[in-house]
């Protein structure tokens, strides 16, 4: 039966809010790694990133709850917990980022990320991969790829190509970090030659949307050397490996072992509230403080900031970093031990892992890919697709993911693999 719910969002929300699969879900209440549909269906989510602790965690549902009852307002008086959130936030940063800007979502933060770059170098050139998101505004969108802006790509924007698994850039993975590098440079100085200069490089240092490719610590290295010589800064959109998600360490940046200079922020954030932030260094906030007059209302307000630090503790208390990394090991490994003609890479660390799926011929295998994600969903397993041909399957769940979970995503996975049929 068709939910009615379809026609009414198409009809008043317009056609450009996509749903995920055939069938769309009809959630109606989360708990933990949990959801259910209005029919009473249980879903078990792998994919949902925002729900950091869990879906609807109680300590989070009790701080926003008990703010919103005592005071919300915008950020121009005084109030302890932005203050108590940023300095518990940069204390996990562990270098010199020791200052925020508060604002309400990823786009926002990064945009605030491309004017600090702008502001402290002077110039306007930005680099970013070829492959990725970085938000919607209208300044972050022209560094999106995933569908190009009206009238191309403006001139102080270069797109480098995106690092990749199965087929890395210079041949190898050993040429890989040195081939990244050396496309950075090209554009560089392609950006200098055309009189923008070079502001900054925005990259996730976990590739995410670039299909998460597996690479080496120091894989930057090269890169943030070409960038640092040419005078430029790097700007690492942890949006989706940060917050303990990858296990090993808090950031995504600490696992390439790089130091960017400016960090921003959101999805997981505040489990859900929306909360994003920009951290960077004193000079470079003063140099963005300068140029900008950049106010934002409802950024670190009173309720955010109280959603956000209880994420902050949760995620201490509960140990959801070492869990990420333990039950993170044991999904990989046992989805490395699927076997499948078409598999052809598992990949990921900590709750963010996955598979590639290519044909016979070494091309993407995006159709079988969905018919994999369908037949996930009709067990109740909610999982999602990445990459350049969006052939790679995605799991990325709440922290709270335990063994148990994982065993019952890849129980399914196995049957899934075992029913789809490849198309001839
Ligand atoms: N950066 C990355 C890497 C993202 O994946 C996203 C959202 N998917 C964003 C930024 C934008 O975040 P938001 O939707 O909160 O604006």
Redesign the pocket.
């Known amino acids: 039966m068709t939910d009615p719910l379809i026609d009414r969002r198409a009809r008043l929300l317009g056609p450009n809010v996509p749903t995920f699969y055939d069938e769309p879900v009809h959630i109606v209440r989360g708990e933990g790694v949990w959801l259910w549909d209005a029919a009473g269906r249980r879903y078990l989510d792998a994919y949902n990133n925002v729900p950091h602790v869990g879906h609807c965690h109680p300590k989070v549902v009790e701080a926003i709850a008990a703010q919103a009852a005592r005071l919300n307002t915008h950020t121009r008086y005084l109030h302890e917990t932005i203050l108590d959130y940023v300095e518990r936030l940069t204390a996990t940063l562990g270098h010199d980022l020791s200052q925020a800007v508060m604002v309400c979502?990823?786009?926002?933060a990064?945009d605030v990320a491309l004017r600090m770059a702008q502001a402290a170098t002077g110039k306007t050139g930005l680099i970013a991969t070829d492959n990725?998101?970085?938000?919607?505004t209208a300044a972050v969108s022209a560094l999106s790829t995933r569908r190009p802006p009206i009238g191309g790509y403006p001139p102080h924007v270069r797109l480098v190509p995106a690092p990749d698994s199965l087929a890395p850039l210079g041949g190898s993975a050993e040429a890989q970090p040195e081939a990244f590098a050396a496309n950075v440079a090209r554009a560089i100085a392609e950006l200098e030659e055309a009189g923008h200069g070079f502001a900054g490089f925005m990259l996730?240092p976990f590739f995410?949307?670039e299909g998460f490719p597996t690479l080496a610590p120091g894989f930057l290295d090269p890169t943030v050397e070409v960038v640092r010589q040419a005078g430029g800064l790097i700007l690492a959109?942890e949006?989706?490996p940060g917050f303990g998600r990858l296990g090993t360490a808090f950031w995504g940046h600490e696992v390439l072992g790089f130091a960017p200079d400016v960090v921003?922020l959101?999805?997981p954030m505040a489990n859900g509230h929306?909360v994003?932030a920009a951290v960077t260094r004193p000079e470079i906030m003063a140099a963005f403080r300068g140029a900008f007059g950049y106010f934002n209302t409802f950024g670190g307000n009173p309720v955010s900031m109280a959603a956000a630090l209880a994420t902050l503790e949760v995620i201490e208390e509960e140990g959801l970093m070492e869990n990420a990394r333990t039950v993170g090991a044991y999904a990989l490994d046992r989805l490395g031990g699927l076997r499948h003609p078409w598999l052809a890479e598992v990949r990921g660390r900590g709750l963010f892992f996955g598979a590639e799926f290519v044909d016979e011929t070494g091309a993407p295998a995006t159709g079988f890919a969905i018919r994999l994600v369908e037949g996930l969903r009709a067990e109740g397993i909610l999982a999602g697709r990445i990459g350049r041909a969006m052939n790679t399957l995605k799991f990325r769940p709440p922290m709270p993911f335990s063994r148990e979970h994982a065993d019952l995503v890849l129980d399914s996975v196995d049957r899934v693999l075992a029913r789809t049929e490849v198309p001839r």
């Open positions: 979502t990823g786009s926002e990064n990725t998101y970085h938000g919607n996730c995410a949307n959109d949006v989706q921003t959101g999805k929306p994003g």
